[in-house]
């Protein structure tokens, strides 16, 4: 009986593992928040998928000067429609007490803004706005980021040279992960064939 359960988990691995391997790994990206701006400029097509998120960070040192980014969520061009939303202020540097914690909580020096419908943000061209405040003056410099949707399957009626390439190969670290994964999945279930042998002696 154990062991025809101990088959029924390897087969089910298995055909699991295309799914395991080929999951979009969450990734962030980084935008350097300067004096003049953010680097890069626009995030183009091709790079970002839902579920990444992009990553502000702030290196720009100046006192008194704050950043924050606008979100156009639902593309109308107005940064302060009921869908919209922004970040909060970023500074250069927070006050910490004696333990290392931060003096005041409101105190930010990165922002993270996930990619994904859940958070408001299809799939698309992406208007947003960065704000640099120093003293009373703010400066506004508009920027854009792409994601698409995270899809993982080929149309088979496609034909084989329109498929992306991206698609077709697979990086060496994808190749890697799928290596150990099976060889795991193969020793895991042939350690327990040996257990229900074991047992039945």
């Known amino acids: ?27 962030e990206y980084n935008i350097l928040i300067t004096e003049d701006g953010l ?13 990444d998120t992009l990553f502000f960070r702030n290196v720009d040192d100046r006192q008194e000067v704050q950043h924050r980014i606008l979100v156009d969520a639902d593309g109308d061009n107005i940064f302060e429609g009921i ?17 290392g914690e931060k003096v005041d909580d409101s105190c930010y020096k990165h922002a993270l803004i996930l990619l994904d419908p859940s958070e408001g943000l299809l799939p698309g061209n992406i208007s947003m706005v960065h704000q640099i405040k120093e003293n009373n003056t703010t400066i506004e410099i508009n920027f854009y980021i792409n994601y698409a949707q995270d899809v993982h399957t080929a149309d088979d009626n496609a034909p084989i040279g329109d498929m992306n390439e991206e698609m077709i190969e697979k990086s060496s670290k994808e190749q890697i992960l799928e290596a150990v994964i099976f060889i795991s999945i193969l020793i895991v279930f042939f350690v327990g064939l040996e257990i229900v042998k074991s047992e039945k002696e």
Do not use: Y
């Open 83 to 99: 869908d919209d939303f922004s970040t909060n202020w970023i500074s250069s540097s927070c006050e910490l007490n004696e333990t």
């Open 39 to 51: 680097t890069p400029a626009s995030i183009n097509p091709g790079i970002l998928v839902e579920t």
């Open 1 to 27: 009986m154990r062991g025809r359960i101990l088959v029924a988990f390897g087969i089910f691995f298995i055909l699991l593992i295309p799914s395991i391997v080929t999951a979009h790994d969450q990734k």
